[in-house]
């Protein structure tokens, strides 16, 4: 079974700290993902990642940048924690599309953020 | 830009009863539709991946199908459970795109 795993499952962190989210997948995945999920806001893209050293800009990065050295590990950086990243935050991988392969995307378990 | 709708954002319905989650979506010019499915405080499980070329999906008593004329796909759940309830999302990669669009999802009750 494909295995996508976060670091840590519940983190409290105090405003201005630096938090660190980890993932790694075990699949051999290109593309890898970081989401933000808020109640009525549904899922946001933060950044994503189709090759190590490469990412993208999601649709709200503004406040996160992420580190990708090796192929299956994609880590999302918060600089300064706020209290407005309060969030749930999910990681996802997956093979590129085409090639032959299905590219079914994948999560992880979440990673429940609380910023005090 | 594509947009993804599901409605009804929350159904409850009894125990044992056929139920059709809908997802419809703005361009048809997609390569993959997939459903997912979210508990509470959980990320989220694949469910059904459908392919663009494809018209439906089975895996046990879900069934997934996709209509890209009409830009629509819907998930049919049999004999529903109580275990059943949860979250249910559609995300669609399009064709040009390396990332998915998530609907907002329904959220579904299913009464013992």
Not at chain 1, 46 to 71: A, C, L, N, Q
Not at chain 2, 70 to 93: K, N
Request: aromatic residues 8%; charged residues 20%; hydrophobic residues 30%.
């Amino acid at each position: 079974d494909v295995k996508v795993t976060q670091s840590s499952r519940y983190l409290v962190k105090r405003t201005g700290e630096k938090v660190f989210l980890e993932c790694v997948q075990d699949m051999d995945h290109e593309n890898m993902f970081w989401y933000r999920q808020d109640p009525g806001l549904g899922l946001r893209l933060i950044y994503f990642s189709y090759d190590v050293k490469m990412k993208e800009k999601g649709d709200i990065p503004e406040g996160y940048s992420v580190s990708r050295e090796k192929k299956e590990r994609f880590s999302l950086i918060l600089e300064s924690a706020s209290t407005n990243q309060t969030s749930m935050y999910l990681c996802a991988s997956s093979h590129p599309r085409g090639g032959g392969v299905t590219g079914e995307l994948f999560f992880g378990e979440g990673s429940r953020l609380t910023v005090l | 830009k594509q947009e993804v709708t599901q409605i009804p954002a929350a159904l409850s319905v009894p125990e044992g009863e056929n139920l059709v989650l809908n997802c419809s979506f703005t361009d048809s010019a997609i390569y993959n539709l997939q459903w997912f499915r979210q508990d509470p405080g959980k990320g989220l499980t694949s469910l059904l991946l459908i392919q663009s070329s494809q018209r439906e999906q089975t895996s046990g008593r879900l069934n997934a199908s996709l209509d890209k004329s009409s830009g629509r796909s819907t998930l049919y759940i049999a004999a529903s459970q109580p275990g059943d309830s949860a979250t249910y999302l559609c995300a669609v990669r399009s064709g040009s795109a390396r990332q998915l669009t998530f609907g907002s999802g329904t959220q579904l009750t299913v009464l013992p």
